[in-house]
């Protein structure tokens, strides 16, 4: 899922992307999900985040639900690189030299 809000006039769309210009004022696109389904999907995560900090960090909102919000884009930037860095491994793999070494293996 591509998370990118490009409010249109304020900043133009890269070549090939997703975001079109629909020249309506102050009109957001989230790629592949509507207006409705992106505020639903803030709420929800926001409301996750103030039940995980009123149950466990017991902080001010302000400050946990900020600090879990830093913390979850971390995670996420952490587990894009380390798919990135997983599909490269895999790629270079060649099963027919790995598959009978493991079968021997399993086989001891």
């Known amino acids: 899922m591509i998370l990118a809000i490009e409010l249109a006039g304020c900043v133009p769309a890269p070549a090939g992307s997703p975001i079109s210009h629909d020249g309506r004022l102050a ?24 039940f995980v900090n009123h ?31 997983f599909s490269i491994v895999v790629q270079g793999l060649s099963f027919k030299r790995l598959l009978p070494r493991v079968a021997s293996a399993l086989a001891a």
């Open 27 to 50: 009109s957001a696109k989230l790629a592949g999900m509507s207006m409705f389904d992106a505020l639903s999907l803030l709420i929800v995560v926001a409301a996750g985040f103030s």
């Open 55 to 85: 149950r466990f960090l017991r902080l001010p909102t302000t400050i946990g639900v900020t600090l879990l919000v830093l913390a979850g884009s971390h995670t996420i930037q952490t587990m894009t690189y380390v798919v990135a860095v």
